[in-house]
């Protein structure tokens, strides 16, 4: 597996954070996003069913954990960090459920041309080169397979303040989404859908326990959503779902 510098710092990076017994404080702020996965999970359930799926980039396997309900065909997944595949392995053991993980550079996989129905991810593209990460789905997406990712932006500048108060809490080579990236998933991707998640929920997220059973989140989730309809309020969203299709 031929690894470029950008690949090894994030290898290393992702393998001394799942070493750690302790998660990230900001995972607190996550809270915020629940209806961003409410959604994800929506499309999977929905579409999962008999397709060969990829998880792109998969770190401990929880996404597979859930997914593998939908009744797959075949679901992988890949990571660059060894600690998080092992750990991922190490679940699907105890679970007993019929799923593989595999040490892989999501850039240059080891597939076939066309071995996919979906391939989905989350939080993995603005680590590596995006263009590149897109070539690479698009070659192991079977025809009218389908991508499913969630993206932070990088046009908010209050998070883009936090960001650079805490260099420590992500790798040097992050770079969230912003309108170049969309361009380019245009230019290779058909029936793109972009939605947008985290603004009033992400302000307010002291002000509510549980999403799931908040009202006082479901109406800031609505209140996003109507606002996310004017371009300018675009610009403040963290989160964003994007879903396409192989031509």
Known sequence: ???????????NFHNELQSKKKGRFENVFYK?????????????KDNAKNSEILDYGCGVGSFVEKVINFSPKRIVGIDISEVSINKAREKI??????????????????????????????????????NECLDEIHRILKPNGDLLFIEPLGTN?????????????????????????????NNKFVK????????????????????ADSKVFKLLSNLDQFLFRFKIFKLFAWSVLISAKKN
Do not use: Q, W
């Open 93 to 130: 053991k105890k679970s007993k459920n019929n799923a593989n993980f595999l040490v892989d550079n999501c850039e240059k996989t080891k597939f076939e041309n066309n071995s996919f129905n979906i391939v989905y991810g989350s939080g993995i593209l603005h680590h590596l080169k995006i």
């Open 192 to 211: 793109i859908k972009i939605k947008y998640y985290g603004f009033l929920t992400l302000l307010f997220f002291p002000f509510y326990k549980s999403p």
């Open 32 to 44: 915020a996003l629940y209806n961003i996965h409410e959604d994800f999970f929506d499309f999977l």
């Open 157 to 185: 500048p209050i998070i883009n303040f936090y960001r650079r108060l805490t260099p420590k809490s992500r790798s040097i080579d992050e770079h969230p989404f912003v309108n170049k990236d969309f361009e380019y998933i």
């Open 1 to 11: 597996m031929s690894l470029t510098e950008i690949n090894i710092r994030e290898k």
